[in-house]
């Protein structure tokens, strides 16, 4: 099983990007687009775990940052690979912003 543009389980996706542990597919019968979700882990140590269209990051997910910013957390929306949309980010001394990202 694999999802478009080179994301592939237990594989590497194109670039040597980071490592797709699961995937789950679906077909959107409104948008005719393979959706999925699944775990990403950088190469940074950086992981996402979350939706999936095109091989990109999208919908909702959770990235947990590595390097260098250890212990950030995101949760919220994602388009193409960057945070689009309402979301929240929380510091590992526990302050947080909520709010719209707009082209990451």
């Known amino acids: ?20 542990f699961f995937v789950v597919e679906i077909f959107d019968l409104l948008t005719c687009d393979v959706v999925a979700k ?9 992981v996402y775990e979350g939706g999936f269209a095109k091989g ?9 940052y590595k390097k260098p910013q250890q212990g ?3 949760k919220g929306e994602w388009a ?6 309402y979301g929240s980010v929380t510091w590992p001394d ?3 912003f909520q709010g ?3 082209r990451g």
């Open 56 to 64: 990109k990051r999208s919908g909702n997910g959770t990235m947990y």
């Open 1 to 20: 099983m694999h999802v478009e543009h080179g994301i592939k389980v237990n594989g590497v996706r194109g670039g040597d990007m980071g490592k797709v």
């Open 72 to 74: 950030v957390v995101y």
């Open 100 to 102: 719209k990202w707009e």
């Open 80 to 85: 193409k690979d960057k945070r689009e949309g």
């Open 94 to 96: 526990g302050t947080y």
């Open 38 to 46: 699944g775990r990403l882990t950088l190469p940074t140590g950086d």
